[in-house]
């Protein structure tokens, strides 16, 4: 398998698995909470969420290398 090809299929396939991660991740925002009238208090992550949080930032900083790579392999 030809390096670009590798890049690409790695990109492709981290950015799915971000999307996912994301997207399973609950956060308790209404849509008030984004104008910033939350009245909420942040907790710490325990368990599962916090694995997944953990996994997310390995996933999109695996994503942004294979991004950087793609651009300098060609």
Known sequence: ??????????TGISAVLLI???LLQQRGASLG???GASGELFTE???L???????TVVIAF???LSILATLIVG
């Open 33 to 35: 909470a984004g104008f």
């Open 45 to 47: 992550r325990r368990g």
């Open 62 to 64: 695996i994503f942004a």
């Open 1 to 10: 398998m030809e390096i670009g090809a590798f890049c690409n299929t790695v």
């Open 20 to 22: 996912l991660l994301i």
């Open 49 to 55: 969420e916090k694995s997944m949080f953990n996994t």
